[in-house]
């Protein structure tokens, strides 16, 4: 490493421009141009790509504004009949559907809270009838989510498992290591989802609790303050993967719903459904309750989209075909 050349990164910078074949430099400036009038006609929550043309592939999401922690659904119009639709988007595979009334593929996708703000690829790769693949990028921004902060004063005191207990939490662990890494490719979810009870929401996704300045739980789910014994149904279709009681979670149960998208309902007084049913959008599963490690009767549901956690409030406000 040479300091002064760090010291410098002005002279550094004119010897890199001297350099530079000014052929290349007019053609990247070019490029950059073309890019720019490129964004300019095209923002970001609009159809993707030039949609006067019906040979043109063209990709729009909701919700329009993106943020980390959110689940998104994409609708995509392929620039030819397709077989198939599948995408990459942030290392995860989408699954798409096709939409026959409106011909748009669709697919549920995620954004995890973790994501920084940016510029990213959704990649698409089609299959024509004639067995031939046809690929597509597109660039989609991810804004900052806006969520609360609340300041604990001391930090959140949990009483010291007992052995048994720890070996307990420690087998649970592997089980929902295994659960949550299960996926079933076939899309079980029909329509919009639906919420698990009426009532009044009692803490929102994303909420951080921090303590001197530094994050010590994030929220990850969306509460309803219902007392104990409210019927809780169903988000939408799914199969039961776990129907059991867990240490933190209490009675808890996990529903399918295909492609990665799982929904979680926690703290439960009664369980009404088993392992492997298949369920109905809106059926009853169980009843609400304080079990687990809970303050109080609350349900607490959560919403999975392959491994990441995204806001229920989000997906629940989704119109879905
Ligand atoms: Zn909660």
């Known amino acids: 490493m040479n300091?002064?050349?760090?010291?410098?990164?002005?002279?550094?910078?004119?010897?890199?421009?001297?350099?530079?074949?000014?052929?290349?430099?007019?053609?990247?400036?070019?490029?950059?141009g073309l890019l720019m009038c490129l964004s300019?006609?095209?923002?970001?929550?609009?159809?993707?790509?030039?949609?006067?043309?019906?040979?043109?592939?063209?990709?729009?999401?909701?919700?329009?504004?993106?943020?980390?922690?959110?689940?998104?659904?994409?609708?995509?119009?392929?620039?030819?009949?397709?077989?198939?639709?599948?995408?990459?988007?942030?290392?995860?595979?989408?699954?798409?559907?096709?939409?026959?009334?409106?011909?748009?593929?669709?697919?549920?996708?995620?954004?995890?809270?973790?994501?920084?703000?940016?510029?990213?690829?959704?990649?698409?790769?089609?299959?024509t009838a004639q067995g031939n693949e046809i690929l597509f990028q597109?660039?989609?921004?991810?804004?900052?989510?806006?969520?609360?902060?609340?300041?604990?004063?001391?930090?959140?005191?949990?009483?010291?498992p007992s052995p048994e207990q720890l070996s307990q939490i420690k087998q649970e662990q592997e089980l929902k290591k295994d659960v949550f890494s299960r996926m079933n490719p076939k899309r079980q979810w029909q329509g919009s989802f639906v919420a698990p009870v009426s009532a009044s929401i009692s803490d929102v996704f994303g909420t951080a609790r921090v303590f001197n300045g530094e994050t010590?739980?994030?929220?990850?789910?969306?509460?309803?303050?219902?007392?104990?014994?409210?019927?809780?149904?169903?988000?939408?279709?799914?199969?039961?993967?776990?129907a059991r009681p867990l240490f933190f979670e209490g009675n808890c149960v996990v529903l399918d719903h295909g492609q990665g998208l799982l929904s979680l309902y926690m703290h439960l007084s009664k369980l009404e459904v088993k392992e492997g049913d298949q369920i109905a959008k809106g059926q009853e599963i169980a009843l609400s309750g304080g079990t687990g490690r809970a303050t109080g009767p609350h349900l607490h549901i959560a919403v999975r989209w392959q491994g990441i956690y995204v806001n229920p409030a989000t997906l629940l406000s989704l119109k879905l075909p």
């Open 216 to 242: 010590q739980s994030m929220h990850q789910g969306l509460d309803y303050a219902v007392p104990s014994g409210t019927a809780v149904s169903a988000l939408n279709r799914g199969i039961v993967l776990l």
């Open 138 to 160: 597109r660039q989609i921004t991810i804004a900052k989510g806006k969520y609360r902060r609340i300041a604990v004063s001391v930090a959140k005191q949990f009483t010291e």
């Open 3 to 32: 300091p002064e050349r760090r010291a410098t990164p002005s002279n550094a910078t004119l010897i890199k421009v001297s350099r530079a074949d000014p052929k290349a430099t007019r053609k990247s400036a070019f490029v950059f």
């Open 40 to 127: 300019l006609v095209s923002p970001a929550a609009a159809w993707g790509a030039a949609n006067k043309s019906v040979h043109s592939w063209a990709v729009r999401w909701e919700p329009a504004h993106l943020v980390n922690g959110s689940p998104l659904l994409l609708k995509v119009k392929s620039p030819t009949r397709l077989e198939s639709l599948s995408g990459k988007w942030m290392e995860h595979d989408v699954f798409f559907s096709f939409d026959p009334q409106t011909k748009l593929w669709f697919a549920i996708a995620g954004v995890s809270l973790e994501t920084r703000p940016g510029k990213y690829s959704l990649t698409l790769s089609g299959k």
